[in-house]
Protein backbone atom coordinates (compact mmCIF):
# COMPACT_ATOMS: atom_id res chain seq x y z
CA UNK A 1 0.00 0.00 0.00
CA UNK A 2 0.89 3.54 -0.02
CA UNK A 3 3.20 4.97 1.64
CA UNK A 4 1.98 8.31 2.84
CA UNK A 5 5.91 10.24 3.80
CA UNK A 6 6.76 8.66 0.18
CA UNK A 7 4.50 9.65 -1.94
CA UNK A 8 5.53 12.86 -3.46
CA UNK A 9 8.67 11.13 -4.77
CA UNK A 10 8.17 7.86 -5.00
CA UNK A 11 7.58 5.67 -7.27
CA UNK A 12 8.71 7.91 -10.24
CA UNK A 13 5.16 8.50 -12.15
CA UNK A 14 6.33 9.31 -15.67
CA UNK A 15 3.48 11.64 -17.58
CA UNK A 16 3.61 11.13 -21.66
CA UNK A 17 0.88 11.92 -24.23
CA UNK A 18 2.04 10.62 -27.85
CA UNK A 19 4.90 8.50 -28.82
CA UNK A 20 5.58 9.40 -32.72
CA UNK A 21 8.11 10.47 -35.44
CA UNK A 22 5.48 12.69 -37.52
CA UNK A 23 3.84 14.65 -35.24
CA UNK A 24 6.02 18.00 -34.71
CA UNK A 25 4.24 19.71 -31.49
CA UNK A 26 6.23 19.33 -28.44
CA UNK A 27 3.69 16.55 -26.42
CA UNK A 28 5.30 14.07 -28.82
CA UNK A 29 8.11 12.35 -28.23
CA UNK A 30 10.01 10.10 -30.82
CA UNK A 31 9.30 6.42 -31.16
CA UNK A 32 13.20 6.13 -30.87
CA UNK A 33 13.68 8.24 -28.12
CA UNK A 34 10.57 6.25 -25.87
CA UNK A 35 12.39 3.05 -26.74
CA UNK A 36 15.50 4.39 -25.17
CA UNK A 37 14.24 5.88 -22.03
CA UNK A 38 12.19 2.75 -21.67
CA UNK A 39 15.86 0.92 -21.69
CA UNK A 40 17.16 3.10 -19.73
CA UNK A 41 14.69 2.42 -16.72
CA UNK A 42 15.11 -1.05 -17.13
CA UNK A 43 18.51 -0.77 -16.77
CA UNK A 44 18.55 0.89 -13.65
CA UNK A 45 16.12 -1.91 -12.28
CA UNK A 46 13.00 0.15 -12.61
CA UNK A 47 10.11 -2.47 -12.25
CA UNK A 48 6.90 -0.98 -13.95
CA UNK A 49 3.77 -1.02 -12.59
CA UNK A 50 0.06 0.51 -13.40
CA UNK A 51 -1.27 3.59 -11.44
CA UNK A 52 -4.05 0.54 -10.15
CA UNK A 53 -1.66 -1.62 -8.73
CA UNK A 54 0.52 0.80 -7.07
CA UNK A 55 -2.90 2.11 -5.14
CA UNK A 56 -3.58 -1.78 -4.03
CA UNK A 57 -0.25 -3.66 -3.81
CA UNK A 58 2.57 -3.56 -1.24
CA UNK A 59 5.60 -2.22 -2.19
CA UNK A 60 9.02 -3.41 -0.86
CA UNK A 61 10.79 -0.11 1.04
CA UNK A 62 13.64 1.01 -1.78
CA UNK A 63 12.13 -0.82 -4.70
CA UNK A 64 12.22 0.95 -7.90
CA UNK A 65 9.09 1.81 -9.17
CA UNK A 66 8.41 3.52 -12.40
CA UNK A 67 4.52 4.35 -13.57
CA UNK A 68 4.53 4.78 -17.54
CA UNK A 69 1.58 7.29 -17.82
CA UNK A 70 -0.27 8.33 -21.19
CA UNK A 71 -2.65 11.56 -21.38
CA UNK A 72 -5.40 11.42 -24.31
CA UNK A 73 -5.54 8.03 -25.85
CA UNK A 74 -3.77 8.81 -28.96
CA UNK A 75 -3.70 6.15 -31.18
CA UNK A 76 -0.04 5.97 -31.63
CA UNK A 77 0.06 4.52 -28.03
CA UNK A 78 -1.10 1.36 -29.70
CA UNK A 79 0.64 1.29 -32.86
CA UNK A 80 3.88 3.09 -31.20
CA UNK A 81 4.04 2.33 -27.93
CA UNK A 82 2.24 -0.87 -26.97
CA UNK A 83 5.08 -2.92 -29.54
CA UNK A 84 8.05 -1.56 -27.08
CA UNK A 85 5.81 -2.02 -23.88
CA UNK A 86 5.57 -5.84 -25.10
CA UNK A 87 8.68 -6.31 -26.04
CA UNK A 88 10.44 -4.79 -23.17
CA UNK A 89 7.42 -6.75 -20.41
CA UNK A 90 6.21 -2.80 -19.29
CA UNK A 91 3.06 -1.82 -18.80
CA UNK A 92 1.40 1.64 -18.34
CA UNK A 93 -1.65 3.19 -17.24
CA UNK A 94 -3.59 5.58 -20.29
CA UNK A 95 -6.03 8.41 -19.61
CA UNK A 96 -8.60 8.33 -21.98
CA UNK A 97 -10.99 11.04 -22.80
CA UNK A 98 -14.16 9.31 -23.10
CA UNK A 99 -16.08 11.22 -26.38
CA UNK A 100 -14.34 9.64 -28.27
CA UNK A 101 -16.28 6.65 -28.11
CA UNK A 102 -19.33 8.50 -29.05
CA UNK A 103 -19.06 8.26 -32.54
CA UNK A 104 -21.10 11.78 -33.11
CA UNK A 105 -18.26 13.19 -31.06
CA UNK A 106 -17.24 16.54 -33.03
CA UNK A 107 -13.67 16.30 -33.49
CA UNK A 108 -11.14 19.39 -36.03
CA UNK A 109 -9.49 17.76 -39.22
CA UNK A 110 -6.32 18.44 -37.46
CA UNK A 111 -7.09 16.41 -34.72
CA UNK A 112 -4.74 13.36 -34.22
CA UNK A 113 -6.69 10.04 -34.39
CA UNK A 114 -7.47 8.27 -31.02
CA UNK A 115 -7.91 4.72 -29.96
CA UNK A 116 -10.24 2.82 -30.87
CA UNK A 117 -12.61 0.38 -28.22
CA UNK A 118 -10.82 -3.18 -30.42
CA UNK A 119 -7.35 -1.48 -29.92
CA UNK A 120 -7.79 -0.34 -25.85
CA UNK A 121 -9.20 -4.24 -25.06
CA UNK A 122 -6.31 -5.80 -26.26
CA UNK A 123 -3.98 -3.34 -24.86
CA UNK A 124 -6.30 -4.46 -21.44
CA UNK A 125 -6.09 -7.55 -22.07
CA UNK A 126 -2.45 -7.49 -22.22
CA UNK A 127 -2.57 -5.49 -18.58
CA UNK A 128 -2.28 -1.95 -19.59
CA UNK A 129 -4.90 -0.14 -17.11
CA UNK A 130 -7.16 2.55 -18.69
CA UNK A 131 -8.44 5.96 -16.26
CA UNK A 132 -9.86 8.45 -17.39
CA UNK A 133 -9.19 11.93 -18.26
CA UNK A 134 -12.78 13.72 -18.52
CA UNK A 135 -15.46 13.71 -21.31
CA UNK A 136 -13.83 16.25 -23.36
CA UNK A 137 -10.66 17.15 -21.62
CA UNK A 138 -11.91 20.78 -20.50
CA UNK A 139 -10.28 22.63 -17.62
CA UNK A 140 -11.77 21.98 -14.40
CA UNK A 141 -11.87 24.78 -12.50
CA UNK A 142 -13.16 26.79 -15.52
CA UNK A 143 -16.62 25.41 -16.09
CA UNK A 144 -19.77 25.31 -13.78
CA UNK A 145 -19.84 22.80 -10.77
CA UNK A 146 -22.44 20.72 -12.26
CA UNK A 147 -20.37 20.48 -15.76
CA UNK A 148 -17.55 19.89 -13.90
CA UNK A 149 -19.06 16.75 -12.15
CA UNK A 150 -20.47 15.47 -15.21
CA UNK A 151 -16.93 15.70 -16.81
CA UNK A 152 -15.69 13.58 -13.68
CA UNK A 153 -17.99 10.86 -13.07
CA UNK A 154 -19.73 10.36 -16.38
CA UNK A 155 -16.44 9.94 -18.05
CA UNK A 156 -16.03 7.01 -15.91
CA UNK A 157 -19.31 5.42 -16.23
CA UNK A 158 -18.77 5.82 -20.24
CA UNK A 159 -15.46 3.81 -20.27
CA UNK A 160 -16.48 1.33 -18.17
CA UNK A 161 -19.42 1.07 -20.43
CA UNK A 162 -16.78 0.25 -23.19
CA UNK A 163 -14.31 -2.10 -21.72
CA UNK A 164 -16.25 -4.04 -18.76
CA UNK A 165 -13.85 -3.31 -15.89
CA UNK A 166 -13.97 -0.76 -12.93
CA UNK A 167 -11.86 2.73 -13.76
CA UNK A 168 -9.60 3.17 -10.80
CA UNK A 169 -7.88 6.37 -11.68
CA UNK A 170 -8.12 9.56 -13.05
CA UNK A 171 -6.09 12.39 -14.53
CA UNK A 172 -6.52 16.04 -14.22
CA UNK A 173 -7.06 18.04 -17.90
CA UNK A 174 -4.34 20.89 -17.95
CA UNK A 175 -3.02 20.53 -14.88
CA UNK A 176 -5.83 22.28 -13.30
CA UNK A 177 -7.58 21.77 -10.14
CA UNK A 178 -8.47 22.84 -6.58
CA UNK A 179 -10.01 21.43 -3.90
CA UNK A 180 -13.47 21.02 -4.78
CA UNK A 181 -12.84 19.31 -7.82
CA UNK A 182 -10.07 16.53 -5.86
CA UNK A 183 -13.01 16.16 -3.55
CA UNK A 184 -15.13 15.86 -6.74
CA UNK A 185 -12.83 13.02 -8.32
CA UNK A 186 -13.25 10.94 -4.80
CA UNK A 187 -16.81 11.28 -4.87
CA UNK A 188 -17.20 9.75 -7.86
CA UNK A 189 -15.53 6.92 -6.85
CA UNK A 190 -12.00 6.86 -8.42
CA UNK A 191 -8.58 5.02 -5.50
CA UNK A 192 -6.27 7.53 -6.90
CA UNK A 193 -5.61 10.19 -9.58
CA UNK A 194 -2.40 12.39 -11.11
CA UNK A 195 -1.36 15.65 -11.77
CA UNK A 196 1.51 17.24 -13.68
CA UNK A 197 1.86 20.24 -11.48
CA UNK A 198 1.19 23.58 -12.81
CA UNK A 199 1.97 25.50 -10.08
CA UNK A 200 2.89 25.66 -5.98
CA UNK A 201 0.43 24.70 -3.07
CA UNK A 202 -1.19 21.91 -4.68
CA UNK A 203 -2.38 19.56 -1.54
CA UNK A 204 -0.46 16.40 -1.41
CA UNK A 205 -2.81 13.01 -1.11
CA UNK A 206 -3.13 10.12 -3.30
CA UNK A 207 -5.81 12.60 -5.26
CA UNK A 208 -2.66 14.73 -6.19
CA UNK A 209 -0.33 11.54 -7.21
CA UNK A 210 2.78 13.94 -8.79
CA UNK A 211 3.88 13.37 -12.26
CA UNK A 212 7.00 14.12 -14.22
CA UNK A 213 6.52 15.75 -17.78
CA UNK A 214 8.10 13.99 -20.29
CA UNK A 215 8.08 15.92 -23.62
CA UNK A 216 9.81 16.67 -27.10
CA UNK A 217 12.84 18.45 -25.65
CA UNK A 218 13.33 15.87 -23.09
CA UNK A 219 14.43 13.80 -26.01
CA UNK A 220 18.38 13.27 -25.11
CA UNK A 221 18.95 10.65 -22.60
CA UNK A 222 20.72 13.37 -20.27
CA UNK A 223 17.82 15.65 -20.75
CA UNK A 224 15.79 13.05 -19.51
CA UNK A 225 18.30 11.56 -16.96
CA UNK A 226 18.57 14.56 -15.40
CA UNK A 227 14.77 15.71 -15.33
CA UNK A 228 13.55 12.23 -13.71
CA UNK A 229 16.91 12.22 -10.86
CA UNK A 230 15.62 11.94 -7.34
CA UNK A 231 17.50 15.71 -6.36
CA UNK A 232 15.84 17.08 -9.48
CA UNK A 233 12.20 16.34 -8.22
CA UNK A 234 13.02 17.04 -4.98
CA UNK A 235 14.34 20.74 -5.73
CA UNK A 236 11.54 21.36 -8.00
CA UNK A 237 9.23 20.59 -5.27
CA UNK A 238 10.96 22.36 -2.90
CA UNK A 239 10.83 25.38 -5.43
CA UNK A 240 7.05 25.47 -5.78
CA UNK A 241 6.77 24.86 -2.10
CA UNK A 242 8.96 28.03 -1.92
CA UNK A 243 6.81 30.13 -3.89
CA UNK A 244 3.55 29.06 -2.30
CA UNK A 245 5.04 30.48 0.79
CA UNK A 246 5.82 33.41 -0.84
CA UNK A 247 2.76 34.17 -2.88
Not at 3 to 15: K, T
Not at 158 to 182: H, M, R
Request: aromatic share 10%; proline share 5%.
Amino acid sequence: MIDENLRHEWPLILAYHSISDWRADPVAVPVDSFESQMRWLQRHAYRSITLKQFLNESIRPGERIVILTFDDGFADNYTQTFPILKRLGMTATIFFISNYFNPGYSVSEDDPPRLSRSQILEMQAYGIEFGSHTCSHRALTRISEEERWDEISRSRQDIEAQIGTAVATFSYPKGQLDDQTIQMVERAGYQGAVVTPTRSGIPLSRYTLRRVGIYQHNNKPLAFQLKIHPLARRFQRLMRDRRSLMA
